[in-house]
């Protein structure tokens, strides 16, 4: 999403700089400062910082302290993309306190607030910012309202106009269910992560590939064919599993965000996995 966001910005996906990660997938803040240094030094003019909370093949959370000290010091504004994990924050705030040193956060409620599609959302701090960006000019006061006291109305922050009114589903299920509800759910989720990572760090067979930050599980099947055996758990059709390139290697990876899964289904992973491997030849 980022290199299409800076092709859609005009800024040229040439310009985006990807910054080194530590052995768990973490961005390095050493690294992100010799980035921005190098740039500096060949006469570019860095503007903003994206971490990630959740990323999408291992969960991995960058260290956003260190991250938005770096970002205070070059004067770069601190984009934190949530869209997966940033939700974890319900269940882990005392992990996930730092997020408050964001300039704007991205999130998906269609993730792990597990709403149907779509529904992405975006927090920012300095309103005034976006609605110099997206309002016809300075002194635009609105389609709805002539009245510069009343405001400016939403599509005058982002990008779109017309839009169907997203939110509505996920309001009615926050007053339906409350917010405990989805806290105690993205627990489970997190809980169910652990217990896969556990039975497959148990098994003799099975290898984890990166460490489990959230709800996301990278694993291997030591022996066999790992791109087969995802073909044959899917076509088994009890378990469905996504891939992923952890290092260099096929990951067959599961992620929990669905607030009905069962510890039956998360054991179910590593049996059918087994016996898919079963199915797969040497
Ligand atoms: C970390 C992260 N960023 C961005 C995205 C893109 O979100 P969307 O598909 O809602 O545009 C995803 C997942 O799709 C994601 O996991």
Not at 16 to 34: E, G, S
Not at 98 to 114: E, I, M, Q, R, V
Not at 188 to 209: F, G, S, T
Request: hydrophobic share 45%; with cysteine.
């Amino acid at each position: 999403s980022i290199p299409k966001a800076v092709a859609l910005l005009g800024i040229g996906r040439s310009n985006l700089r990807l910054v080194a990660v530590d052995d768990q997938f973490r961005m390095r803040p050493d690294a992100l400062q010799a980035a921005i240094a190098a740039d500096r030094a060949a006469g570019r003019n860095p503007i903003a910082i994206v971490a990630t909370v959740g990323t999408i093949v291992s969960g991995a959370i960058d260290p956003l302290p260190e991250i938005a000290d770096v970002a205070g010091r070059e004067d770069l504004w601190l984009h934190v993309d949530g869209a997966y994990g940033v939700l974890a924050a319900l269940a882990l705030p005392e992990r996930l306190n730092s997020l408050a040193l964001a300039d704007s956060l991205s999130l998906d409620a269609h993730k792990w607030l597990y709403q149907p599609l779509d529904c992405g959302c975006l927090l920012h701090r300095h309103p005034d910012i976006a609605r110099k960006t997206f309002s016809h000019s300075d002194d635009y006061v609105g389609l709805l309202s002539q009245d510069p006291t009343e405001g400016f109305a939403f599509f005058e922050e982002s990008f779109e106009l017309s839009r169907r009114f997203r939110a509505l589903k996920l309001w009615l299920s926050l007053q339906y269910h409350g917010r405990r509800a989805f806290r105690d759910a993205i627990a489970e989720d997190l809980r169910h992560a652990r217990l896969l990572a556990e039975a497959v760090e148990a098994h003799p067979e099975l290898e984890l590939l990166a460490p489990v930050a959230l709800s996301a599980v990278c694993c291997r099947h030591r022996a066999k064919d790992n791109r087969a055996i995802l073909r044959r758990v899917n076509a088994r059709g009890r378990v469905y599993l996504s891939n992923a390139t952890v290092r260099d290697q096929f990951a067959l990876r599961a992620c929990f965000v669905n607030h009905r899964t069962t510890d039956g289904n998360v054991l179910e992973i590593v049996s059918e996995v087994i016996a898919a491997a079963g199915e797969v030849n040497d």
